[in-house]
């Protein structure tokens, strides 16, 4: 059974950082892309990032890219999603997700995604 377990959100001010992190168990992580969704009051659960197997390669919503930074440590079964420069449009609760096959790889829709965390509550203050 695989098990997904975010941690590290908060409530910050614009312009501040936070580091996600979403421990993983159940299977090989490493044999596996991971991803980070959001969903805010009100709207869809929307696409963040999203990390290969090994970690060489990852791709960004536009509304992140340049602020936003996910990495992975195999070693450690741990993905990571490095938040700065927040803005009040960031608030949101923040998802992982892994796909059940391996060959999913840099996917953007929910649909490709089939374990979920239970979220973390981000909240930026302007």
């Known amino acids: 059974q695989v098990q997904l377990v975010e941690s590290g959100g908060g409530l910050v001010q614009a312009g501040d950082s936070l580091r996600l992190s979403c421990s993983a168990s159940?299977?090989?992580?490493?044999?596996?892309?991971m991803g980070w969704f959001r969903q805010a009051p009100g709207k869809e659960r929307e696409f963040v990032a999203a990390?290969?197997?090994?970690?060489?390669?990852?791709f960004y919503a536009d509304s992140v890219k340049g602020r936003f930074t996910i990495s992975r440590d195999n070693a450690k079964n741990t993905l990571y999603l490095q938040m700065n420069s927040l803005k009040p449009e960031d608030t949101a609760v923040y998802y992982c997700?892994?796909?059940?096959?391996?060959?999913?790889?840099?996917?953007?829709?929910?649909?490709?995604?089939?374990?979920w965390g239970q979220g973390t509550q981000v909240t930026v203050s302007s």
């Open positions: 990390i290969s197997r090994i970690g060489g390669r990852t």
């Open positions: 997700a892994a796909p059940l096959r391996s060959r999913v790889e840099l996917a953007t829709r929910r649909d490709d995604y089939d374990y």
């Open positions: 159940g299977r090989t992580f490493s044999s596996y892309a």
